[in-house]
């Protein structure tokens, strides 16, 4: 099998139309080319003027941001997109719009434009003539069909799959709240004999470096946001900094103190931590992480899976001021009413919560590999078919 190899200025050209009232479109890292409106991420947003916007339309192609991480998306759409894209129009006869949909996605192709962008930074795009120096293998046109007929019905049989996987392991964390929620008993009890956490615990809301430590006595490990993750810790990267000695004294962590981030104004930290179990002796810990500490009628394990709980976090960003700002502050904390049985029963509770998180991370991760599986095969079958590697069925050499 041998297939015309071509270069790109021979096939494609670059267009800059302007000036036209249009929807907002975007390239997506995954997809092609979708109108913003229908995208579920935050897009930034031109305003009314929109005159450098580039026109694209049904069969063009574009060439993002992100393009040689990822490939040149197609459109099937008529919008407009930012002036740093490059939006590509086929010349040639040669070119069936899906064939190339496929080939620009494809390990081979993107290899080739990560070769092309060697030093380009994040922020720029690659060059309209580097596109039009690579060369690609052209089959007749009646070949490209085929393969892109064959692709679109496998990819969209994959896709189907993955979809599937995404939803059951959303359901398996869903099911896992609603049963962690029964096991704490926070899930529609009577409330009215919970108690305040401000009854059972301390907070101490961390040390800030500044001119209060000038003057410097002792080394210590200092705990930063950024090492307090969801459900563990990363202590990579935990640095000594330099404090007088009575800071030493009050900001270091003690085992069983449950670590809550205020969240610095974004929802996704607000309340993200875990319990400190004495990782790194003599450690301290930064403003904005809160470290929560029994007073001895909660247990320290039992507290860390109450406020881990989506109920928890519900009841964190109920208030106005909370949800505007995304910050955990001690006072709603303190605020929190919870359930107290008996300590020996606390222990019990938090015991078959961890059971069920157990499970629920383990049927988490194997349906995670089972979409990274799914993905690789998918990719793997695009190479294959748009390099002819890939005997397709019913379709001659």
């Known amino acids: 099998m041998t297939w015309e190899m071509v270069r790109n200025r021979f096939l494609f050209r670059e267009v800059n139309d302007r000036g036209f ?41 574009v060439i993002g941001l992100r393009s040689f991480q990822s490939g040149i998306g197609s459109s099937q759409l008529e919008g407009l997109v930012s002036p740093a894209y490059t939006v590509l129009r086929p010349t040639s006869l040669l070119v069936d719009g899906g064939f190339f949909k496929h080939l620009f996605k494809s390990d081979t192709f993107v290899s080739r434009l990560e070769n092309v962008a060697q030093g380009i930074r994040q922020g720029r795009t690659i060059a309209t003539e580097d596109f039009y120096d690579i060369y690609v293998a052209v089959p007749p046109r009646s070949k490209q069909r085929a393969i892109a007929d064959y692709l679109d ?88 900094i330099m404090v007088p000695t009575e800071s030493a004294q009050r900001f270091e962590l003690r085992v069983g103190d449950v670590l809550m981030l205020e969240g610095n104004g974004n929802p996704e930290n607000l309340g993200r931590g875990t319990r400190w179990n004495g990782e790194i002796e003599g450690c301290l810990h930064q403003n904005h992480v809160h470290a929560v500490r029994s007073r001895g009628s909660i247990d320290s394990r039992y507290l860390d899976k109450i406020v881990r709980t989506a109920w928890a976090r519900h009841q964190f960003t109920s208030g106005s001021e909370q949800v505007s700002i995304a910050t955990l502050s001690q006072s709603s904390i303190k605020e929190l009413r919870v359930p107290l049985p008996p300590l020996e029963e606390q222990v019990s509770r938090a015991s078959e919560v961890a059971a069920i998180q157990s499970r629920v991370r383990r049927v988490a991760s194997a349906t995670s590999r089972q979409i990274d599986l799914l993905a690789e095969r998918r990719q793997a079958l695009i190479t294959a078919a748009v390099t002819g590697e890939l005997e397709i069925p019913g379709v001659a050499a």
């Open 153 to 240: 019905a496998e990819t969209t049989r994959i896709d189907a799959l993955i979809t599937k996987k995404r939803r059951m392991n959303e359901l398996v964390q869903e099911q896992g709240e609603i049963q962690t929620e029964a096991a704490l008993g926070v899930d529609g009890a009577n409330a009215d004999t919970w108690v305040p956490l401000r009854h059972l615990v301390s907070i101490s809301g961390g040390l800030t470096l500044g001119k209060a430590l000038l003057r410097t006595e002792v080394r210590r490990p200092y705990l930063r946001v950024a090492n307090v993750q969801d459900g563990y810790l990363d202590l990579d990267e935990v640095t000594d």
């Open 21 to 61: 009232d249009l929807p907002l479109a975007s390239v997506t890292r995954d997809g092609g080319v979708e109108f913003r409106s229908d995208l579920d991420i935050s897009v930034w947003n031109p305003g009314d003027d929109v005159s450098h916007y580039k026109r694209v339309r049904p069969g063009d192609f």
